[in-house]
């Protein structure tokens, strides 16, 4: 079966925001204790943090992290987390049912950003609490000195502002399971007047507005229309999540996923645009996907998990065991943001270690790649640079999320600076392999330097502690220059990634 790509070197979408490759640590199971902050574990640095979990986290070249949630953050007092370890206070996280002993806060976070080689992207708690608490964190984590709230961090042995210049305004507080649920006026209000005080201190932050939860909340585009309406002006970008799940186990459907993921994006930008217009505004808001993943697989866990009346401390919750077909899921995922890398400025997969992560840890044991580890590391390395604006055809198919998904999904990057063109290509048909017919134009004496492969005859295969390479990319394939075309064999259910030095 033949699928035909142009790639032409003026036709751009947009320079990536390095953003898009960002992530997610939420107060969590065992995100933060037992994922990263483990005193005791072999490889535990002098603060605790585990420096095998780094070792992998500076792998994938994160550029922000946001943190501390979620759910989490909207009943959170962020001054439990600072001062002396032994007088913090433990306290009940109603999101997770669980016992939070508050040993990290944000300064140990920001600390561990640094040997993660990662920034702070920060939430503010807009459920339980509001505007006043916002602004005297963010004065307690960027004032230099001479203020209250700035001498407190630096008597808590933090001399220096951690200029954190990315912030959140609440979480997904459309959800009514969200502490402090509002309704979009409420909150459009809310998150406008926070957004004035914040500035107030600093003009230069960005900030974040909370949009829908998915895209099948009740009150989705409104919401977003909402809330924009009254923090346009005072807003940069707005925040969308979105979790996908083959609970069917239907691989086609599943696939076709990323297909009401750019709809949702792209209805997004419509309703911004809409606001924009309505507003006489010159500034676009951008999208901020700062929740994105899989996550099904540890749903029936963790409703056993959060049924037993328990407080439990850094208990197994939302740790899905991905497989082979999640690969083909979040290469998807990805090229979706590529392409539409114009609206999406800043994306971050939720989550980074444990909890629906890439990254897997046994406590005291080992740390290991989970399969989806790699589309992610393959992205953040090699989709930096101009998103191409891609011609495609060749087959479809017909699935209960859309007609006529191409089985081809496709996207291409042009680093201009390091002269290479990287494809990244899932091939979703079930069975047959796609002929890869690429025309390039305006890339004369293009080279094929490197090829990544992945492909398994088990979609189930995970990476586990005991096999954590089970499922793991190869150097393999056959992709050739031929008369100025590009052509490869893109096998059955697999993910490409094919370098081109240009
Ligand atoms: O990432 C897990 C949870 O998913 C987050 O806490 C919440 O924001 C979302 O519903």
């Keep these: 079966m033949k699928a035909y790509v142009i790639v032409h070197r003026d036709f751009r979408i947009a320079d990536i925001d390095d953003r898009l490759y960002s992530s997610f640590l939420e107060h969590l199971g065992r995100a933060i204790y037992g994922g990263i902050y483990e005193p005791g574990h072999p490889t535990a640095d002098e603060n605790g943090f585990r420096k095998d979990v780094i070792e992998l986290v500076r792998e994938l070249n994160s550029p922000y992290c946001r943190y501390p949630g979620g759910n989490f953050v909207s009943a959170y007092n962020w001054e439990d987390g600072v001062g002396p370890r032994s007088e913090r206070p433990v306290r009940l996280d109603l999101a997770w049912r669980t016992r939070e002993s508050n040993q990290i806060g944000v300064n140990e976070f920001v600390d561990w950003c640094k040997k993660a080689n990662t920034k702070p992207m920060l939430a503010v708690n807009l459920g339980s609490r509001g505007l006043d608490a916002a602004r005297n964190f963010l004065e307690y984590c960027n004032h230099p000195s001479g203020t ?154 963790d409703k056993e998990i959060l049924a037993r009346d328990e407080w439990p401390d850094a208990p197994h919750l939302l740790e899905d065991v991905y497989n082979f077909e999640d690969v083909l899921q979040v290469g998807g995922i990805l090229n979706t943001f590529i392409r539409r890398s114009d609206r999406v400025r800043i994306a971050c997969i939720a989550q980074l270690v444990n909890v629906i992560a890439p990254i897997m840890t046994e406590d005291g044991g080992p740390a290991w790649r989970q399969t989806i580890y790699y589309p992610l590391y393959f992205a953040s390395k090699y989709g930096r640079g101009y998103a191409l604006r891609l011609v495609t055809d060749g087959p479809t198919y017909d699935s209960d999320e859309a007609d006529d998904v191409p089985y081809l999904d496709v996207s291409a990057v042009h680093d201009e600076i390091g002269k290479m063109v990287t494809l990244f290509a899932v091939n979703r048909h079930p069975d047959i392999a796609l002929d890869l017919d690429t025309r390039l134009e305006g890339f004369a004496g293009a080279r094929v330097v490197e090829q990544h492969e992945m492909v398994h005859s088990d979609l189930q295969a995970t990476n586990t502690a005991a096999h954590p390479n089970a499922v793991v990319p190869t150097n393999t394939g056959d992709a050739k220059i031929e008369d100025g075309r590009l052509r490869a064999t893109l096998k059955p259910l697999s993910y490409t990634v094919i370098r081109l030095a240009v």
């Design 148 to 301: 209250y709230w700035s001498d407190l961090r630096r008597k808590h042995g933090w001399a220096d502002p951690h200029g954190v210049k990315l912030w959140c305004l609440g979480n997904e507080m459309d959800g009514p399971w969200q502490v402090g649920h509002k309704s979009a006026y409420e909150y459009g209000r809310l998150a406008d007047e926070t957004a004035k005080a914040m500035r107030g201190f600093d003009k230069s932050l960005e900030l974040v507005v909370c949009g829908s939860s998915n895209s099948d909340m009740k009150t989705y585009p409104d919401w977003e229309a909402q809330v924009l309406e009254q923090c346009y002006d005072s807003a940069d970008h707005i925040s969308l999540h979105m979790y996908f799940a083959n609970r069917e186990k239907n691989t086609l459907n599943y696939l076709a996923k990323a297909e009401k993921l750019d709809r949702y994006i792209v209805t997004i930008g419509g309703v911004i645009d809409y606001i924009k217009a309505k507003k006489r505004s010159k500034k676009t808001i951008g999208i901020s996907f700062d929740e994105w993943n899989v996550w099904y697989h540890s749903n029936q866990q």
